[in-house]
């Protein structure tokens, strides 16, 4: 018997072979890990003003792995190198502008054929090379680090390619897309590809770029969402209602769980526009609002297995990310901070929601409010260690200044109110859904 050598991690032979040293390892990874940066940057900016939901939720998704990667790849950076170059600042001017070009983007076509068609594909060839190239013992921990980043990488592109093909259906879609994909390929090539390693074209297309980028925070919904700008929110005064029985408590609460795509729409914001902060920011908050898209991706999914038409039965408004767009950063940590801490009383938070679901004998829903607690417990957590020592605050006095700050942004709403019908569409949808009345007889018609 002969036990098999080195680990099982390649055979002499295979080790013998040449190999990426750690100078030609580090100025590849220093590239990488800008690349994931400005990618978690476009995914924060693209995020709100997409209309189309699908976009949305993977963005979400993707931002949060392009942070989680970066932080990988700077850990591993700096167990090589000290002191650790500094990674904060590019490390090639070409890279930049590969990025500017890419947010001249102006469609959803658009914007899903630079990520998913130029920039991703370039990546995760990269990053394939690389790991080839990369010694499966002396230099295990990099290989180690890039097979759990291909496996995101790969399941990203399988998403991207599937929905360029969607939302390019015509031959007059796929023509303008190649000729998007060619402009953006020139501006890749001059930055040496991914890696830096290629030979850069002698001239480039014109820049689309006219002036600076300014990134657009504005939420949007396509048509498909009828009731998008009703403000309208029945859901939670019916949730909390110890009269009303539990199926319509449960249908409510899947409700305030579908409308939660409001949550990263702010947050987008808040994490772009923060400055100066070590990386581990990014990837805690970036988790956060990855975890908010999904509690709307629950409710989505609950509505879904029970055969509700749920972007026109129920009113998915983007009301908050309006409201909060108008005040600072850290006031929308602040009211981010405040609604959190609002989630763990027993009586009216989570603890609460998901018996509600398990006294209903629900079984989708009691597994979704189970995780959706557990999630809101460490966004508590999040916001505790990131807000907190900013603000000078306990953690009374920032919730007490956060439903205050909230408060004073409810005037806000005023001036989109006329873009749609203001109405209670509760007992409609418990109608439609229950097939009987509400059982909730008067109705706070508050706005959020």
């Not at 969402?225 to 403000?231: A, G, K, L, P």
């Not at 005040?327 to 929308?332: E, L, T």
Request: glycine share 4%; net charge negative; with cysteine.
């Amino acid at each position: 018997m002969s036990i098999p050598p080195l680990a099982g991690l390649c055979t002499y032979q295979e080790a013998g072979k040449p190999a990426y040293d750690v100078e030609a390892n580090v100025k590849r990874l220093l590239r990488y890990a800008w690349i994931e940066k400005k990618l978690m940057d476009v995914g924060l900016y693209w995020l709100a003003p997409t209309p189309e939901w699908e976009v949305k939720e993977a963005l979400g998704l993707h931002l949060s792995l392009d942070a989680d990667h970066a932080a990988a790849i700077r850990t591993r950076i700096s167990e090589m190198r000290s002191p650790a170059p500094r990674m904060d600042v590019s490390p090639d001017a070409a890279i930049d502008q590969f990025f500017d070009e890419l947010l001249t983007a102006q469609t959803t076509p658009e914007k899903l054929v630079g990520l998913y068609a130029v920039l991703r594909p370039a990546l995760l060839q990269a990053y394939r090379a690389h790991f080839q190239n990369s010694h499966p013992v002396i230099d295990y921990p990099t290989r180690r680090m890039l097979k759990h980043i291909l496996i995101d990488e790969q399941e990203q592109m399988e998403w991207g390619e599937a929905a360029v093909l969607a939302v390019t259906p015509t031959s007059e879609d796929k023509s303008a897309a190649e000729a998007w994909k060619t402009h953006l390929l020139a501006y890749l090539q001059n930055m040496g590809g991914i890696m830096g390693d290629q030979e850069k074209p002698a001239s480039l297309p014109a820049s689309r770029r006219l002036k600076p980028f300014e990134p657009d925070f504005f939420p949007q919904r396509d048509e498909r969402f009828e009731m998008r700008w009703n403000f309208v929110n029945p859901q939670r005064q019916v949730s909390l209602n110890e009269n009303i029985p539990l199926d319509e408590r449960t249908l409510a609460l899947m409700c305030r769980r579908i409308v939660e795509m409001d949550v990263p729409e702010y947050m987008t914001r808040l994490i772009a526009q923060a400055t100066d902060e070590p990386w581990e920011y990014y990837v805690e908050m970036t988790r956060q609002l990855w975890d908010e898209v999904r509690h709307a991706m629950l409710g989505t999914i609950y509505f879904e297995n029970r055969g509700v038409d749920w972007k026109k039965s129920i009113a998915i408004h983007p009301g908050m990310s309006i409201r909060l767009n108008q005040v600072p950063i850290q006031d929308v940590h602040n009211v981010l901070f405040a609604i959190e801490q609002n989630l763990m009383p027993a009586k009216t938070g989570k603890r609460l929601e998901y018996e509600i679901s398990k006294n209903a004998n629900d079984p989708l829903a009691m597994l979704i409010q189970d995780y959706d607690w557990a999630d809101e417990v460490l966004h508590v957590h999040i916001g505790r260690k990131w807000l907190l020592p900013k603000t000078g605050l306990s953690s009374g006095e920032a919730v007490k200044k956060g439903w205050e700050i909230r408060a004073s942004t409810a005037s806000v709403l005023d001036g989109y109110e006329a873009r749609g019908e203001q109405k209670n569409w509760w007992p409609a949808f418990v109608r439609q859904v229950l097939g009987r009345e509400t059982a909730q007889k008067e109705f706070n018609l508050e706005r959020l």
